[in-house]
């Protein structure tokens, strides 16, 4: 029989949040062929003279090989005054862009108040640091990233309820999501997504991504995963009862939570193109 429960964290809304427990983080990367070593000797010095002529900040910031790369994990608390070295020892999720390399995790705020905070560093300088995600009472974390290869950087951060306006959280920029807000109820730790701008950390789209109980309040959800497809942003998660279908309508579940989930969503995060779930249809 499905359990129908509101999964809520031990320290919800005014309290700090629940660690996620951490996933493994994955970069891919492209083997250098033996054989060919020779000529990206060769290369190599060639690039070098080319470089030269660039600007420095376009020489950092053009990656050496287009590859995607993506880092899911525990959320851990830095600040924007801190180092990389100070950031990287802190062992939260990060990604490479080229030379550069960008960070999430949390701000505290006050003893029971946390703010997302994402942070990128050029060649161990820091180039942009944001904070000012969600900058509410409620607890708010960022525990993934997904550079998709291109001009594209996505964020995982998480919510427990709405508390104060829409500028100053994420509904800013999930006005045209998937989902545009937290909905209905607080307490259950739910997922938000945002494109970011690598150059400067700015939001420029967003959705949250939410379970939902039979009464239709919000359930907990949070994610596991990210890879690319395409041009697609795939996301795996735990979803508690229950997860919900690409038409936003909470799934038919049977077992206790939670579920597997897997979402497919498009680039710019305003639609769903195909979600699945054990024991869920």
């Given at each position: 029989m499905p359990t129908d429960h509101q999964h809520v964290p031990k320290h919800a809304l005014h309290c700090p949040s629940v660690a996620i427990a951490p996933c493994p983080s994955s970069e891919n990367r492209f083997p250098q062929s033996f054989p060919l070593a020779p000529f990206t000797r060769c290369a190599a010095r060639v690039a070098s003279l080319t470089v030269g002529l660039l600007p420095l900040w376009l020489a950092i910031a053009l990656p050496a090989q287009a590859t995607v790369s993506a880092s899911v994990g525990e959320s851990v608390e830095f600040s924007c005054q801190d180092s990389e070295s100070v950031v990287r020892q802190k062992g939260g999720p990060v990604v490479t862009i080229g030379r550069s390399r960008i960070y999430i995790g949390y701000r505290q705020v006050s003893a029971n108040n946390k703010n997302?905070?994402?942070?990128r560093f050029n060649r161990g300088q820091r180039a942009w640091c944001r904070a000012d995600y969600e900058?509410?009472?409620?607890?708010?974390?960022?525990?993934?990233?997904?550079?998709?290869?291109?001009?594209?950087?996505?964020?995982?951060?998480?919510?427990?309820?709405?508390?104060?306006?829409?500028?100053?959280?994420?509904?800013?920029?999930?006005?045209?999501?998937?989902?545009?807000?937290?909905?209905?109820?607080?307490?259950?730790?739910?997922?938000?997504?945002?494109?970011?701008?690598?150059?400067?950390?700015?939001?420029?789209?967003?959705?949250?991504?939410?379970?939902?109980?039979?009464?239709?309040?919000?359930?907990?959800?949070?994610?596991?995963g990210l890879s690319w497809t395409g041009s697609r942003l795939v996301v795996t998660a735990n979803s508690w009862f229950s997860p919900r279908r690409a038409n936003r309508q909470p799934m038919s579940c049977s077992g206790s939570s939670p579920f597997f989930y897997r979402v497919v969503f498009s680039g710019d995060l305003r639609q769903v193109f195909r979600a699945q779930s054990d024991r869920c249809s």
């Open positions: 997302p905070i994402v942070v900058i509410t009472a409620d607890d708010g974390e960022g525990y993934g990233l997904l550079w998709d290869g291109s001009s594209a950087l996505y964020a995982v951060f998480s919510a427990t309820g709405t508390q104060g306006t829409a500028s100053q959280d994420y509904r800013r920029f999930t006005r045209q999501g998937w989902l545009t807000s937290y909905g209905s109820g607080g307490g259950p730790k739910v997922a938000v997504l945002a494109r970011l701008n690598p150059t400067n950390g700015a939001p420029t789209a967003g959705t949250f991504l939410t379970a939902q109980l039979s009464s239709g309040r919000s359930n907990s959800l949070e994610v596991t």
